[in-house]
C-alpha cells in the first residue's frame, strides 16, 4: 500500500520546474506573434507583452512584398531535394551496413561515424573551393550538395540502429520465399523504418531549413537566397520596422512547426531506436 501511494504521489517539485521552463519558452514565442500583429506606430507606444490594441496583418504584408515568396520557394526547393537524397542514400548504406556482415560494409560505416566528428565551420574553405571549381557557385546546388554530404553520416548511424532491432527472421523468411534485396528494402524496411524516416527526415529539414553559414558563403544573388538568409537582409531592409522583422521570423518557422505536428509520434521512437541494447 505504502509503495502504491508513494507512485501516486505528485511531483510538486517537477511540476513547478516544468511550468516554469514552459513559461520561459512561451514567452518569447507569444512576444514575436504579438509583435508581429502590432501596427508600426504602437511598437514603441504599447507594452511589449500586450495583446496589440488595434491587430493588423501589414507587417506580414510587407514581408510578402518583399519578395518572400521566391526566398520561401527557395528554401522549399533546397530542404525538399536535400532531405529526399539524404533518406534515399542514407536507407540503402544502412541497409548493406546491417545485412552485408563483410568487412567492407564495417568499415564504409566507421568512415561515415567520422563525418560526424568533421566541424563544418572547419571544412568551408574546402568546400567553397571545390563548389567553384565545378562551376556550382551561386546556385541552388552549392547549398543542396554539401548540405547532403553533411547530413548523411548521422542520418545513416539513426538508420543503422533503426533496422538492427528488425528481426533476422523475417528477412530470412522473404529470402525463402525469393525476395530479392529490392523487395526486401521497400516491403519490409521501409515500412517497418517508417518512425525512423520519419524523424530523420524532419531532422535533417530542419538543418536544411535554418542553414545559414553555406547560403551565405555559396550563394551571392538575390533570387538565390533562402529563408535564413533573407532573414538577415530584412534586418537591414526594415531597420525601423520591427513588426514587419518578426513577421518574417513566424513565416519562416510555420512550415517546420507543420512537419514537426505530422511526425511528433515518431520522433521519440525514432531517436531512441537501438540504443537500449
Known amino acids: 500500500m505504502a509503495a502504491t501511494r508513494a ?5 510538486v517539485l517537477g511540476g513547478a520546474f516544468g511550468s516554469l521552463w514552459l513559461l520561459i519558452t512561451i514567452v518569447p514565442i507569444y512576444y514575436i506573434v504579438v509583435t508581429s500583429l502590432r501596427p508600426r506606430p504602437d511598437y514603441y507606444t504599447e507594452n511589449p507583452l500586450s495583446w496589440p490594441a488595434d491587430p493588423t496583418l501589414q507587417a506580414y504584408a510587407d514581408v510578402l512584398a518583399a519578395d518572400f515568396g521566391m526566398y520561401f520557394l527557395n528554401s522549399v526547393i533546397v530542404t525538399t531535394v536535400t532531405t529526399a537524397t539524404v533518406v534515399f542514400i542514407s536507407l540503402l548504406a544502412a541497409y548493406v551496413i546491417v545485412r552485408n556482415r563483410r568487412r567492407a560494409s564495417l568499415q564504409l560505416f566507421n568512415v561515415l561515424l567520422l563525418g560526424i566528428a568533421i566541424p563544418l565551420q572547419g571544412v568551408i ?29 548521422l542520418t545513416v548511424l539513426i538508420l543503422v540502429n533503426f533496422l538492427r532491432d528488425v528481426p533476422n527472421e523475417l528477412f530470412e523468411s522473404m529470402r525463402l520465399d525469393g525476395a530479392t534485396d529490392w523487395r526486401m528494402l521497400w516491403t519490409l524496411v521501409v515500412p517497418l523504418s517508417k518512425p525512423a524516416i520519419i524523424t530523420v527526415a524532419i531532422y535533417d529539414a530542419l538543418n536544411v531549413w535554418n542553414g545559414f553559414l553555406f547560403p551565405l558563403i555559396l550563394t551571392q ?18 531597420t525601423t520596422n520591427i513588426p514587419a522583422v518578426l513577421a518574417a521570423v513566424v513565416l519562416s518557422v510555420l512550415p517546420m512547426l507543420a512537419a514537426y505536428a505530422v511526425g511528433r509520434r515518431q520522433l521519440v521512437s525514432g531517436l531512441t531506436a537501438g540504443f537500449t541494447k
Request: no cysteine.
Open 7 to 11: 507512485h501516486t504521489r505528485p511531483n
Open 125 to 153: 574553405i574546402p568546400v567553397y573551393y571545390l563548389i567553384v571549381k565545378i562551376g556550382l557557385y551561386d546556385t541552388l546546388w552549392a547549398i543542396i550538395l554539401p548540405a547532403v554530404a553533411f547530413a548523411i553520416p
Open 221 to 238: 544573388s538575390s533570387d538565390k537566397r533562402v529563408l535564413p538568409l533573407s532573414l538577415w537582409t530584412f534586418q537591414g531592409d526594415f
